[in-house]
C-alpha cells in the first residue's frame, strides 16, 4: 500500500496545503471590505478545468491502489511474470503520438488564424489524433490475442491476469475519452466555431498526455516484474 | 489573490429551465429536486435496512421463534443491513441530499456547475439502489458475506447468496461509485469554483466545510472499494485468484491458487475507514451549524473547526489497518496504526470541546433540530471514548469479535450521524418545504428515538465485556455467558422494535405537516447563512432572481454587541450593521 499512501499523501497535501494557506491569518469575524471585493472564483481556470483535474486526482488513486494491489500480491510466491508481447510497443509508439498530435491539435485551436485554415487543422489533428488512439487501441486487443496464444490466459496466473485487467482499465479510460472525442469531433466536422470547441480539445489533450503518463508507469511496471 | 466573480463567469453557468413536468420534477437538473430525489430514495432503502436490523433481533432476542428467520436469511439480513445503512443511506443521504440541497444555496449560487453530471448522479445511484435491491429476489438470495465482503468466505459455497447475490452487490457497488463520483466532482468544483462574490472560504458555514472534506474523502477512497470490487468479481465470475487462496470447499479443491484474503481487507480498509469521516464530517459540519443557530451563539473556534476537518480528513487515511488488528499483522505494524488512531482523536476531541464551548452561555433554543444536535454531542462522546478502547491493540484484541464492536460502531457511526440528519432535517424542512412541522410530535419522536437507542446500545457494551460474540446467528450454550445474558438480549430487541415503530412518528409528522402544517416564515430560526436569505420560500429554480446575493461577513454573526437583533444575515452590508466581532469586545 506505500505506493497509494505516497501518492495519496501527495494529493493530500497539495489540497490541504493549499487549504491552509487560504485559511492561516484570516480573521472571518471580522467583516471586512477587501473580503466583500473579493469573489467566490478560488482558482482562476473554467470549472470545466478544474473538475478534469479533480477526476485525473480521482483516476490516480484508482491507478495507484491497482498498482498496491499488484505489488503485495506478486510476493505471493506463485508469481510467474509474463513476457509481455513486443507488440506493446508498438501500441506505446501510437500513444506517444496520438498525445503529440493533440497537443499539435490543442495549440491550433488556441492560435488566432483565419477560421477556415483553423477549421481545416483541427478537422486534421482530431481525425489523426482518434486514428492513433483507435490503433493503440486495437494493438492492445492484439495483444491480448497474442498473450492468450501463449498460454498465459486470465485464469493461469496472477501476473496475467494483472495484465489484463491493468490494460482493460486503462483501455477503458481511453474509450471514455474517445466518447469526448467522436462529440467535439463531429462538432468541428459539422462546422462549429473553433472556440466553441476549444475547450473541449484542451481538456482532451490534457486527459490524453495523462493517460499516456500513466500507460508508461503500467509498462514499465509490467516490464520490469 | 487572483480571483475572478462567478458572476462575471455567468456564461459559464448552463442554463437548464425546466419547461416540463417531466424535466421540473422527474429529468431534473435542479439542484433542489435532485437533493429530495435523493433524499428520499436513500430514506426508502433505510426504512428496508431498519426493517432488516428489526428481524435480525427477533432472532437474537427470542431465538428459534420466528420460521422465517434461519441461519442463511440472518446473514443476509446482517450484511444487507450494514451496506445500506453506511453507503446507500448515510453516505447518499449526506451528500447527494443535503450536499445536493445546501451547497448551492450556502455559497450563493444559482446551482451545481454541472446540473446534467448531477441529475446523471442521482439517476445512475437508482440503478445502483435497484441493482441492490433485485439481490433479494434472483435465486440464493443477496449475500450473506458479512457488509465487509471479506473473501474467501464470501464468495465460497456455503456462503448464502454465492451465486447472484455476491455479484449484484458488487456491480451495484462499482455503480454507486460511479454514482458517487460524478456528484462529487460538482460538490467540490461548486465550492472551489461558484461562490457568490464576498464568499470566501472562511466564510463558509462549516456544513460546506464538512461536505467539502467528506467528498474529497470519497473521491479518493472510493477507488479502493472499485478496486477491490473489481477484482473480486473476477475471482468469482472468472476464477482468478486475487483474493482468493487454494480452499477445498465441500472437499472439492476450487480452481483457486495462493491468492490473498488480506489484500482484499487492505483495500477494503483503505476505502472502509475514510469511509466513517465520509459519513461523520457533513455530520461534524451540520451540528455545528444547528448548535450555533440555536443558542444564538457564533460557533466556538471556527478556524479550529475548519483545521480539525482539514486534519482529520488527511488523518483517516493513514489508520485503516485499525480494522485489522485481529487479521495477524506484524506487532510494528499494529502500533503504527493505533498510534495514528490516537492521533486522530485530537482533532476530533477539539471539535467536541468546541461543540460544548458554543453552547457554554449560549442563548439555547430547545427546539427539535437542537435537542438532536445536543444528543448527537453525547452520543458522539460515547461512540468516541470507546472507539479510543478499541484503537489500542491490546484491548481490541479480546473485544473485536464481541457485542461491544457492535455497540460503538452503532453509537459513533450509527446513531450519531443518524440523530444529526434527523435534527438537519427538522432544521431546513421549513425552507424545503415551506411548511412548518409540529413541534410536539417532534419532541416526542426525539425523546422516544434518543433514550430508545441508548436503552438498545449501552447494554451492548456489557454484552461484549462478558464476550457475547458478534455475527452469530445463535449463542448456544456456553459456560461463560451467564443466562441473564439471553434476558438482556431480549430486552435489546424489545427497545429496537420500540425505536423503529418511534419512527412512525416522525414519517407521520412529516408527511402531516408537507400537507397542512402551518406556513413557514422565510428564516423561521433567525438564522444568517444564506439559503435563509432566499427570496422565495421554498427556494425557486435559479434560488435567487436576478441577483446574485453578496456576501460581507461570516455565517456566525449571532448576538453581537451593539446590534438590535441577534443574528446578522451574512448578506447584510457592512453599512448597515458596521459591528462585528471586534467591537464591544476588549482586547
Not at chain 1, 471580522?30 to 478560488?42: E, F, H, L, M, Q
Not at chain 2, 462499482?174 to 467540490?188: C, D, E, K, P, S
Not at chain 2, 427539535?368 to 484503537?391: D, E, K, N, S
Not at chain 2, 449501552?458 to 459456560?479: E, K, N
Request: glycine residues 8%.
Amino acid at each position: 500500500m506505500t505506493v497509494s499512501l505516497i501518492l495519496l499523501a501527495v494529493i493530500m497535501f497539495v489540497v490541504i496545503g493549499w487549504l491552509l494557506r487560504q485559511t492561516l491569518n484570516t480573521q472571518p469575524w471580522i467583516p471586512r471590505s477587501t473580503d466583500n471585493a473579493v469573489s467566490g472564483t478560488s482558482i482562476d481556470t473554467p470549472a470545466k478545468t478544474f473538475a478534469l483535474v479533480s477526476f485525473l486526482a480521482v483516476v490516480t488513486s484508482l491507478f495507484a491502489l491497482f498498482i498496491s494491489a499488484y505489488a503485495m500480491r506478486m510476493h505471493m510466491g506463485d508469481w510467474r511474470p509474463v513476457s509481455e508481447p513486443r507488440l506493446l510497443w508498438v501500441n506505446s509508439a501510437f500513444l506517444v503520438l496520438a498525445s503529440v498530435v493533440y497537443e499539435w491539435t490543442r495549440r491550433a485551436a488556441g492560435k488566432g488564424q483565419a477560421a477556415r485554415l483553423k477549421a481545416a487543422r483541427l478537422k486534421r489533428g482530431l481525425t489523426i489524433a482518434g486514428l492513433l488512439t483507435f490503433l493503440f487501441l486495437g494493438g492492445q486487443l492484439i495483444a491480448w490475442v497474442q498473450l492468450n496464444a501463449t498460454g498465459h490466459y486470465l485464469t493461469s496466473n496472477p501476473a496475467s491476469a494483472f495484465f489484463y485487467v491493468l490494460t482493460a482499465v486503462h483501455g477503458l479510460h481511453l474509450l471514455g475519452g474517445l466518447w469526448v472525442w467522436a462529440r467535439s469531433t463531429s462538432r468541428v466536422f459539422s462546422g462549429a466555431e473553433a472556440d466553441t470547441v476549444r475547450v473541449s480539445i484542451e481538456l482532451c489533450a490534457v486527459y490524453w498526455h495523462y493517460l499516456l503518463l500513466v500507460w508508461a508507469v503500467l509498462f514499465g511496471l509490467l516490464l520490469t516484474t | 489573490m487572483a480571483y475572478v466573480a462567478i458572476a462575471d463567469r455567468d456564461h459559464e453557468i448552463e442554463h437548464h429551465d425546466p419547461q416540463t413536468f417531466i424535466t421540473k420534477y422527474v429529468w431534473s437538473q435542479d439542484h433542489k429536486v435532485i437533493a429530495i430525489q435523493y433524499g428520499l430514495t436513500a430514506i426508502f432503502v433505510g426504512v428496508i435496512a431498519l426493517c432488516l436490523s428489526v428481524m435480525m433481533r427477533l432472532q437474537l432476542g427470542f431465538p428459534d421463534n420466528f420460521s422465517f428467520i434461519n441461519p442463511e436469511s440472518y446473514y443476509q439480513f446482517v450484511t444487507m443491513h450494514g451496506m445500506i445503512m453506511v453507503i446507500y443511506l448515510l453516505t447518499a443521504l449526506f451528500l447527494g441530499g443535503f450536499g445536493n440541497y445546501l451547497i448551492p444555496l450556502m455559497v450563493g449560487s444559482r446551482d451545481m456547475v454541472f446540473p446534467y453530471m448531477n441529475m446523471l448522479s442521482y439517476w445512475v445511484y437508482l440503478v445502483s439502489v435497484i441493482i441492490l435491491l433485485t439481490s433479494f429476489f434472483v435465486p440464493g438470495g443477496s449475500t450473506g458475506a458479512g457488509w465487509t465482503l471479506y473473501p474467501p468466505q464470501a464468495i465460497s459455497r456455503g456462503t448464502p447468496g454465492v451465486d447472484w447475490g455476491i455479484i449484484l452487490m458488487l456491480v451495484s457497488l462499482a455503480v454507486f461509485i460511479v454514482a458517487f463520483t460524478m456528484g462529487g466532482l460538482n460538490y467540490v468544483t461548486t465550492i472551489l469554483q461558484a461562490r457568490c462574490r464576498g464568499m470566501t472560504l472562511m466564510r463558509l458555514p462549516l456544513s460546506v466545510w464538512g461536505i467539502f472534506m467528506a467528498t474529497v474523502l470519497g473521491l479518493l477512497a472510493f477507488p479502493a472499494l472499485l478496486v477491490s470490487a473489481i477484482m473480486m468479481l473476477l475471482d468469482k465470475t472468472l476464477m482468478t485468484s486475487f483474493f482468493m487462496p487454494a480452499v477445498v470447499s465441500a472437499g472439492v479443491q476450487t480452481g483457486h491458487e495462493s491468492g490473498s484474503p488480506i489484500l482484499f481487507q487492505h483495500l477494503f480498509w483503505f476505502f472502509g475507514h475514510p469511509e466513517v469521516y465520509i459519513v461523520a464530517l457533513p455530520a461534524f459540519g451540520i451540528v455545528s451549524d444547528l448548535l450555533s443557530t440555536h443558542a444564538r451563539k457564533n460557533i466556538f473556534g471556527y478556524r479550529m473547526m475548519v483545521w480539525a476537518i482539514l486534519a482529520i480528513g488527511g488523518l483517516s487515511f493513514i489508520v485503516w489497518a485499525h480494522h485489522m488488528y485481529v487479521s495477524g499483522m506484524n506487532p510494528y505494524f499494529g502500533f503504527f496504526f493505533a498510534t495514528t488512531t490516537l492521533i486522530i482523536a485530537v482533532p476530533t476531541a477539539l471539535k467536541v470541546y468546541n461543540w460544548v464551548l458554543t453552547l457554554w452561555q449560549g442563548n439555547i433554543h430547545l427546539r427539535v433540530p437542537m435537542l438532536f444536535a445536543i444528543a448527537f454531542i453525547f452520543t458522539f462522546i460515547h461512540g468516541g471514548l470507546t472507539g479510543i478502547f478499541l484503537g489500542n491493540v491490546v484491548v481490541d484484541l479480546p473485544l473485536s469479535d464481541t457485542y461491544f464492536v457492535v455497540a460503538h460502531f452503532h453509537m459513533v457511526m450509527g446513531v450519531s450521524p443518524i440523530l444529526v440528519v434527523f435534527g438537519a432535517i427538522y432544521h431546513w424542512f421549513p425552507k424545503i418545504t415551506g411548511r412548518m412541522y409540529n413541534e410536539t410530535l417532534g419532541r416526542w419522536h426525539f425523546w422516544l428515538t434518543f433514550l430508545g437507542t441508548y436503552s438498545i446500545y449501552l447494554p451492548m457494551h456489557y454484552l461484549g465485556f462478558l464476550g457475547v460474540p458478534r455475527r452469530y446467528f445463535a449463542m448456544g450454550s456456553t459456560d461463560f455467558m451467564p443466562e441473564s445474558a439471553q434476558t438482556l438480549n431480549a430486552s435489546i430487541t424489545i427497545s429496537a422494535i420500540f425505536v423503529a415503530l418511534t419512527q412512525l412518528i416522525f414519517f407521520y409528522n412529516m408527511i402531516t405537516s408537507i400537507r397542512s402544517g402551518k406556513k413557514a416564515d422565510p428564516n423561521p430560526w433567525h438564522a444568517t447563512t444564506l439559503e435563509w436569505q432566499t427570496a422565495d420560500t421554498p427556494p425557486k429554480h435559479g434560488n435567487w432572481g436576478h441577483e446574485l446575493p453578496e456576501v460581507h461577513r461570516w455565517a456566525y454573526d449571532y448576538s453581537v454587541p451593539g446590534y438590535p437583533e441577534d443574528y446578522i444575515p451574512q448578506n447584510v452590508p457592512a453599512e448597515l450593521a458596521p459591528v462585528g466581532r471586534d467591537h464591544g469586545v476588549k482586547h
